[in-house]
């Protein structure tokens, strides 16, 4: 089957994606600090966290889905999550690939966390930064519209938001790791 409709839910499908992913890493950074309010506590974030995480996935199988039933180019099932061996911009549908298989393992560890040792959950849940990056320079590299000036506005505003909420992270970290007693282990220090 080939429709023009196919490849503009792809191409749609595609940017709010992009939206949705990093809003749930923003919202994922925002729900390990620790400064929450009576009136927007901590589960609040961490529920949306998930439910946007939801509805990523989601977004990932129609994206997926409208790329492979549209025929008027050569994308199969298998190249969605295999990152080698497409016809069509390998590269880019290879990383596409790469961040799928990265979030489908990111979101089963997450359903299977109480049975996973919390340092496995972690360093696992950690690479959906890696995710993330690769399918930004998956969208910049494919996307028909990705030199628009819309397009390049949106991607520059989804980075901006993961990088200014990863460093804001990072300088309380840090802060915390100089502040606390000394002789306790970095790692207690630090708590996530
Ligand atoms: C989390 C993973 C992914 C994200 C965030 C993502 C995001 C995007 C974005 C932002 C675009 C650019 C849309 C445009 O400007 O036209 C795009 C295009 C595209 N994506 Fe993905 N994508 C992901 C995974 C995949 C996978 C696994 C496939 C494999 C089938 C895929 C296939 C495509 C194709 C074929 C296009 C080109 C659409 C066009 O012709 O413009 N993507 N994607």
Partial sequence: M????????????GAVLLVAFSLTVVLGILATGRRFSPLWPRFVTQGLHRALA???LALLAAHVASAVIDEY???RWWQAVVPFGATYRPLFLGLGAVALDLLVVVGVTSLLRRHIPHRVWRAVHLSSY???AVSVVHGLGIGTDSAK???LALTAVCVGAVIASAAARLVVVARRLRTAPAGLPAASKAVA
């Fill in 2 to 13: 080939s429709s023009p409709l196919l490849w503009y839910l792809n191409r749609a499908t």
């Fill in 54 to 56: 939801g509805v990523t």
């Fill in 73 to 75: 180019v050569d994308i």
């Fill in 149 to 151: 000036l819309w397009s």
């Fill in 130 to 132: 890696l995710a993330w």
